[in-house]
């Protein structure tokens, strides 16, 4: 009799054992997401100064550093009374006050895309490039002393 006992708990405690085995070892149900959800990635939350800023690290990191140093570099937002060449009317900019060369860089967010038209070396004719938030974040903006950098040049712009 005890035996049968003693052999009924063991068994029950296997049982047991193996229930609860089976159960945390199941992978757990991942909610299913539709293609809108996964094809909107989050956005890194940026200023449009700190996007410029980024931007101009881009485009000519020397040309800024420069300018943010000498407390040239001028942040602006284009309105419709200001002489600009065509197709930045709704772009944000960063020029120099005392520019020598010429340099104008335009930049606006669309999305995740950080579309940047620019003008170098008295060469008037606009160049544009594309970039998205991530690669910038990735390129200058991931280290705690890139941020320190971004954010100071940031409050050395000047504004219009």
């Known amino acids: 009799m005890k035996r049968k006992v003693i052999i009924t708990i063991i068994i029950l405690i296997s049982c047991l054992w193996v229930a609860v085995t089976i ?50 570099l001028v942040y602006g937002i284009v309105k419709p009374s200001d002489t600009v060449p065509a197709g930045v009317n709704d772009y944000s900019y960063l020029v120099a006050t005392d520019d020598q060369d010429g340099t104008e860089i335009f930049f606006k967010a669309e999305g995740q895309t ?15 490039k594309a970039l998205t938030l991530s690669q910038l974040k990735k390129e200058f903006y991931q280290t705690r002393s890139q941020k320190r950098e971004v954010d100071d040049y940031v409050a050395g712009l000047r504004t219009e």
């Open 23 to 72: 159960k945390f070892n199941r992978p757990s149900p991942q909610p299913v997401q539709d293609e809108t959800q996964s094809s909107q990635q989050p956005r890194p939350k940026f200023t449009d100064q700190q996007i410029g800023v980024l931007a101009g690290l881009a485009i000519s990191p020397d040309w800024l550093k420069q300018n943010i140093a000498a407390n040239q």
């Open 114 to 128: 950080v579309i940047i038209k620019y003008t170098s070396q008295r060469n008037t004719k606009l160049k544009a």
